[in-house]
Antibody, heavy 125, light 108 residues
Framework: QITLKESSPTRVKPTQTLTLTCTFSGFSLTTSGVGVGWIRQPPGKALECLAFIYWDDDRRYNPSLKSRLTITKDTSKNQVVLTMTNMDPVDTATYFC?????????????????WGQGALVTVSS | EIVLTQSPGTLSLSPGERATLSCRASQGVSSNYLAWYQQRPGQAPRLLIYGAASRATGIPDRFSGIGSGTDFTLIIDRLEPEDFAVYYCQQYGLSPATFGQGTKLEIE
């Protein structure tokens, strides 16, 4: 059974760096082909794919946010961490981590077959 | 990037009816890499369909996806009360993966 859970501060100030942690079980990020992604959803708005990390430490980012994002993994803890710098109120959103579907095609993209419950992050001074 | 336009924005139907949701892409979706998700209030999205027409694990056969190129459709037969939610399409044929703005399926 695959599960994922996000943890993060609930509030950050503008210009600060946000650190999100995804703790997962039921799969291993050392297994060939496995990937984990981050997606966000501003209140009442659509979803936006942010980044992927793979079993071989390959990392892919949404070009529009690439300069602000860093994704890493700790396989010993079954965790994936996403940092986003220079936070702004427009970055207020629920942030989800998710398991990338195995039939996703190109490593730059993918669909998501298992999702965490999400973590709401508010950016406000 | 590929822009996905979903229609209608809101669909009002009754339990037992058939729902037809549309997703149109601004350019052709490579290899029909199109997914559909259901999102209930306060919950994470749930994968329904991938590859335009393949049902995800545990998804009832009341849900079906069709389409190719730029036009895709999600059909939900015999609506049940738990089907009333927001539905999103996502293309993953071209980076960055993008989502539509959603269709809200509400009880009439």
């Amino acid at each position: 059974q695959i599960t994922l859970k996000e943890s993060s501060p609930t509030r950050v100030k503008p210009t600060q760096t946000l650190t999100l942690t995804c703790t997962f079980s039921g799969f291993s990020l050392t297994t060939s082909g496995v990937g984990v992604g981050w997606i966000r959803q501003p209140p009442g708005k659509a979803l936006e794919c942010l980044a992927f990390i793979y079993w071989d430490d390959d990392r892919r980012y949404n070009p529009s946010l690439k300069s602000r994002l860093t994704i890493t993994k700790d396989t010993s803890k079954n965790q994936v961490v996403l940092t986003m710098t220079n936070m702004d109120p427009v970055d207020t959103a629920t942030y989800f981590c998710a398991h990338r579907g195995s039939l996703s095609g190109s490593w730059d993209t993918g669909y998501f077959d298992y999702w965490g419950q999400g973590a709401l992050v508010t950016v406000s001074s | 990037e590929i822009v996905l336009t979903q229609s209608p924005g809101t669909l009002s139907l009754s339990p037992g009816e058939r729902a037809t949701l549309s997703c149109r892409a601004s350019q052709g979706v490579s290899s029909n890499y199109l997914a559909w998700y259901q999102q209930r209030p306060g919950q994470a999205p749930r994968l329904l369909i991938y590859g335009a027409a393949s049902r995800a694990t545990g998804i009832p056969d009341r849900f079906s996806g069709i389409g190719s190129g730029t036009d895709f459709t999600l059909i939900i037969d015999r609506l049940e009360p738990e089907d009333f939610a927001v539905y999103y399409c996502q293309q993953y044929g071209l980076s960055p993966a993008t989502f539509g703005q959603g269709t809200k399926l509400e009880i009439e």
